[in-house]
Each structure stands twice: as C-alpha cells, then as structure tokens.
C-alpha cells in the first residue's frame, strides 16, 4: 500500500462524515484528491492597481482607508472607501459587525480580494476577502488559488487544504505516484511529466499562461486528458484481448446456403454489402472470435448482411443467435428472417422478456437441444436461464444500445465445446471516425457506404402547427394514392404515461378527420403481442396511418410507408430525429418527413431542425449533433463510459484522439505492464476486472 493509495480518512482532520462528501465527488483514497482538478483559478499572487480594474475581473488591491461609514441604501451597508494612489474603490458590506466598523480607520492599510462591480459609488467589492496590514511588507500568495468541483457542504478551503495534504504525501512520496508513461515515449508524444502536470495544475505558478489554463490548452491539462483516453482505449483493448484468447468456432463457408438465399431475394446486394460480407466471411472462417462492427446510414441493408453472416454459422452447424434493443425491432426481424429462412428449411426461435409459460419453455428447449438454428429476440436472449446447444454467432443490432458489459455476458453463452461465439455488432449511429476508434476500441469496423439503388432521399418540411390542416390533407393524399403513413408523437417531460395518451389523443383526433383511413397506434404501454399485432398490420398494408411514440423509432421496415409526420421534433436529438426519419424512404417512391413544431422555436431549435432540411447525410447529421450537443448525450451514457471522464473533453480535445492509439502502441511496446495500473487508475477498480468476467 503506497502513501497515495490509502483512503482519504487517513488525512488529517478527515472522519466519516467528510469521507461521505469526499466520495461524492469521486475522491474516495488520497491519490483521487490529485486528480481532483481545479475548474478555474484566481489570482492573487499580484495586487492590481485600483485604476486598471474593470467590473467583472477578479482581483488583489491594496491601499489605504479614505473612509469608512454605515450609509442607508436599500440595504444598510457599510461602505468603505480604499484609495490606492492610482484611483479608489469601495469595499461594501451587506453583513457586518462593530468590530468590523472599528477596524476600517482612516488611514489603516487594507488588503482586499474580490470581484469588481459598477456599483452606486463606481467600482465595488461586495463582501472580499480582505485583511488589514501592518507596518512591514507583506507577501502575496506565490501561486494562482485553485477552484475546485466541489459538492454541499464542503467548503473550497477545507477542500484546499485536503488537496494541499496529498500534495504534501506526494512529496514526502514521489515513488508512490508512478508516472506510467516512460521517459522516451513522453519525448516521442512530447507530453510533460505526470507530477510536474499535477504540480502546475494544482499550484500554477504566476507567469503560467492564464488563456492555456482557463481553455484546457495548457501542456499540463492535455497531458491528463490524454492519459486519461488511453487508459479507455487500453481497458477497450484489454477486452478484446481477453475475449480473443479464447477460441471460436471456424465457419468457413456458407457459400451453397448464402447462394440458395440470395436468388431467393428480389434484389442483388450493393457492392458496399458484398465487401463488408467478404470482411466477415474472412474473419468467420478463423478460430479467433469475430468482434467486428458494421457501420451503415438507416436503410443501408443492415439486415441482409446479418443474415448472410448467420447462414455461414448455420451451415458450419452452429446456431445464430439476433438480439435487437426493442420488442418491436426484434419482432420484425423475427418476421423477416422467418420469411427468409422458412424456404431454406432453417428453424427459427423468439425469445423476448414478455415470452411466458409454455411458450417459454418451448423455445428454451429448441434452443437447448439445436432444432432452433436462428434465434431472434431481445436481450432476454442472453439471461442465465438460456442456453444455446452451440452459439458460433452473436448478432447485436443498433449497437448504440448496448454498453459492453451486455456485450461480454456474450461469451458466456457459446460454453458448449468451450468455445466463444463471434460477434457482429451492428449500428446506424454514425459517429466520427476518430470517436468510433475510440468508442469501440475493441472493434473492428467495416462500414456499407452506399444506399441500395433507387432510394430519392426523403424530402423535409419544418412546418408550425398552424399549418396541422395542410398536414393532415397531405396524409389524405398519400394514403388515396395506396402509400401509408406513420404520425409520430413525442416524449412529453420524459413521462412515458402522458407520451402515450398524447399519441391516444392524437389516433382519435385523427380518426375524427380521416374518417376513411384505417388507423392503428402503437405505444410503449402496450402489451408485447398487441403491439405486434399492429406493427404487423401496418406491415401488411392493412393500416394505412400509424399513429406511434419514439417506440418505432429504430429498425422498422415497411418500405411502403413514404410520409412521416414528427410532432414536436425540437424534443428529439438529431441523430433520434435521423432514425425515425429512416423509417421512410425505404421504397422506391419519393417520401417526405414533415417537422411540426408548436411555436415558437428558439435559434437553437431552428438550427437544429434546419439541418435535418437540409441533408439526409447520416454522417453529417451526426457530426452536427455532436458540435450541438455533445458527445456525451450523442454516444448515450450508456455507452462505453466515454461520457465521464474526469478530465479529458471530447469536444475540447478532439484532436487528441487520434494521437490514442499510436500512444497506445508505443506503450505496449515499450511498458506493457503499464497498461493495468493506468486503467485502474482512471477507470476504478471495477474496470480492472472488466476483461475478467
Ligand atoms: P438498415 O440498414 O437500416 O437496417 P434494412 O436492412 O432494414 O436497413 O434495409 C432497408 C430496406 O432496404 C429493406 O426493405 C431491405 O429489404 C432493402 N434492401 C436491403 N439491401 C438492398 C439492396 N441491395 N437492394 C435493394 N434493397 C435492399
Ligand atoms: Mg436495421
């Protein structure tokens, strides 16, 4: 046990009860305090002349009391004047005692701290740190005053003064706090000094360059912030690496299978498919388990991939297994590769959370015994109670979904024979490049560029409710013309309750004008089979209008459909308005997605809203998400942890991340050992045992 490593009760002055704060804060041993970074600074180490003071800066002033008397304002206060030579200003004091009103004598020397105001008298300082000076000179602080995250109840100075103490142990200690990136690899990535980064962090030094500090530009903050995404990206590969030293079936060829499947569909794949399909079909063939990603736009043809990839693991006499976020993604794919697999003679099983009693049974025992050879369902799939006869194949679609944790339990599921299923993952959520390597280190990455042939990308109106008349005729319209429809209702204040009464509300409201349509809803407080039985009516024509919540909103495939209507999309983030929007133009028909808005729309909504006009580029959808909301809402928390980080911004320090993996490589090479103790430095210890699982 080093002198960091030891929890904060063993400071000075520190009892349960700090411990209780300190741990909301994320500080629970001594060396989390040295990696508690301030969010600003002041500076006091110069004292600033009264003259060039502005209202709004933060300073140090010294003089001389001019005056000092209680006035009668709104508030009574006391108001002294300080006069420095070059100007004066006043000290004014909501809250004061007489004692106070004593010390502040003409003539006696004041040193203040504060923020300057414009305030009755011209510049003020409410209520600053001050003290009064005798005859000698007296020192300013030699290091700018760090400001720190902190939570109720624990004051900034208390929490200072803790901080100062680890400061003090390290000191005593530079051993116990090793800086894991060697010497020679810091020259290579010029990267300062662990300690000397902390050092200047926590105490900067006077001449530091208070812009660089302020902006998280500074050497020292980059340094952390980039240690701190490598120790992400090395926990990621730690993953990988575990997973892959087990070994996985080899599914060499599915040729004959994949051929007799393909001539039964009424298209030929787009040649971004076929090279993603040669992608898998290499790593398939090998006994290292697949951990491999498909990156592709809505409506890219997700679908026929993960099919294709599941007949080589069914002609390799493995079972298949497709788990989908929703009920009702899940259900459809269960349709859709019942309808394409039936005819090959391959059986098909559905497993969701909502599947009881017999039926239950029914599937646990043809999974169990092998008469399932594709499994389709929710992530009920890989709960304790399911077992596979042989799983060669994990199918995850709409990744964004998942955390990696999900995606570990996984290998548990592929015992038989001891081997470990390969996994394909796929997504629609396009996220920049340098983030994808970074969100899915422990991913290879293939991605379909091309939508099928014939798609007209899906044409968008921004439209204010005041129009709803004009926008309910255009359904009118469609539906008379054979097409359908889909009418999409909002989260209202995140309560699914109200959420789907508005959309009851909406079905009836619509009835009401489109006497003619038939009209269906679903809704997340629908029962499993009722909402199936809807999804299903929609799908075969027999709805021409659906009236839906944001359950619909990822994987549903009724190529038909070419109008959606989304109320209240200034609600959605655009990569969520992006998906639901997928869900027409899937055809060969031209399809419009009408915005409706209840004015009026703040810039930043119409901003929004504007680029969903504008492009139906996933891509760039989704790198305006990101510069709009950041990528901590854009990933999902629920993502791979990117989302907290304790220093390093992913917006801020973009430009770091394609510096991660080269740095990771250097250090493998170099100190491999390196690679734990960084995790579990910035990850936890729960990280530490991630690839164990
Ligand atoms: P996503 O990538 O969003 O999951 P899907 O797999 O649902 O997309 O495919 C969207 C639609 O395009 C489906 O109706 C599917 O049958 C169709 N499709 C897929 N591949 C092709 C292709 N190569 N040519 C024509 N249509 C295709
Ligand atoms: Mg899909």
Known sequence: MSALDVPVTELKGVGEALAGKLARLGVARVADLLFHLPLRYQDRTRITPIATLRAGLEAVVEGEVAASEVVQGRRRSLLVRLRDGSGILSLRFFHFSPAQQQQFRPGSRVRAFGEARAGATGLELYHPEYRLLGGGAAPVEDHLTPIYPTTEGLHQSRLRALVEQALERLDAAPEALPDWLPGPVRTRFSLPELQHSLLVLHRPPPDVDPEQLASGRHPATRRLALEELLAH??????????????????????????????????????????????????????????????????????????????????????????????EILAEQHYRTFRAWFAPLGIEVAWLSGKLKGKARLDAKAAIADGRARLVVGTHALFQGDVHFQCLGLAIIDEQHRF?????????????????????????????????????????????????????????????????????????RHA???????????????????????????????????????????????????????????????????????????????????????????????????????????????????????????????????????????????????????????????????????????????????????????????????????????????????????
């Open 479 to 693: 539906c008379a013309e054979g097409r359908q429809a889909y009418w999409v209702c909002t989260l209202i204040e995140e309560s699914e309750v109200l959420e789907c009464q508005a959309a009851e509300a909406t079905r009836d409201e619509l009835a009401e004008a489109l006497g003619e349509l038939a009209i269906g809803l679903v809704h997340g407080r629908m029962k499993a089979a009722e909402k199936a039985e809807v999804m299903a009516a929609f799908q075969a024509g027999e709805l021409d209008l659906l009236v839906a919540t944001t359950v619909i909103e990822v994987g549903v495939d009724v190529p038909n459909a070419s109008l959606m209507i989304i109320e209240n999309p200034e609600r959605l983030g655009l990569s969520q308005l992006h998906q639901l929007r997928g869900r027409v133009g899937r055809g060969g028909t031209a399809s419009y997605c009408v915005l409706l808005y209840h004015p009026p729309l703040s810039a930043h909504s119409k901003e929004r809203l504007a680029v969903m006009r504008e492009t139906t580029d996933g891509f760039r959808i989704a790198e305006k998400d990101l510069a709009l909301r950041g990528p901590g809402e854009v990933l999902g928390t629920r993502q791979t942890g990117l989302a907290q980080m304790k220093v390093a911004d992913l917006e801020r320090d973009a430009d770091l991340l394609e510096r991660v993996a080269p740095l990771a490589e250097a250090l493998l090479a170099s100190c491999p050992e390196a690679s734990r103790p960084l995790i579990r430095r910035w990850l936890g210890e729960e990280a530490g045992r991630y690839g164990q699982v």
């Open 233 to 326: 990206h090395l926990s990621l590969r730690e993953v990988r690496l575990r997973i892959q030293a087990d070994g996985a079936p080899a599914l060499p060829s599915g040729r004959g299978l994949q051929a007799r499947f393909l001539t039964q569909l009424p298209f030929s794949l787009t040649s971004a498919q076929r090279r993603v399909l040669d992608e898998i079909g290499a790593d398939l063939a090998g006994t290292t388990p697949m951990l491999r990603l498909v990156q592709g736009d809505v409506g890219s043809g997700k679908t026929v991939v993960a099919a294709m990839a599941a007949l080589a693991a069914i002609a390799g006499d493995c079972q298949a297994a497709v788990m989908a976020p929703t």
């Open 403 to 475: 955390g990696v944790h999900q995606r570990l339990a996984l290998r548990e599921k592929g015992e038989a024979g001891g081997l470990t299923p390969h996994q394909l993952v796929m997504t629609a959520t396009p996220i920049p490049r340098t983030l994808a390597m970074s969100a899915y280190a422990d991913l290879d990455v293939s991605v379909i560029d091309e939508l099928p042939p014939g798609r007209t990308p899906v044409q968008t109106a921004v439209v204010p409710d005041e129009r709803r008349p004009e926008v309910v005729a255009r359904i």
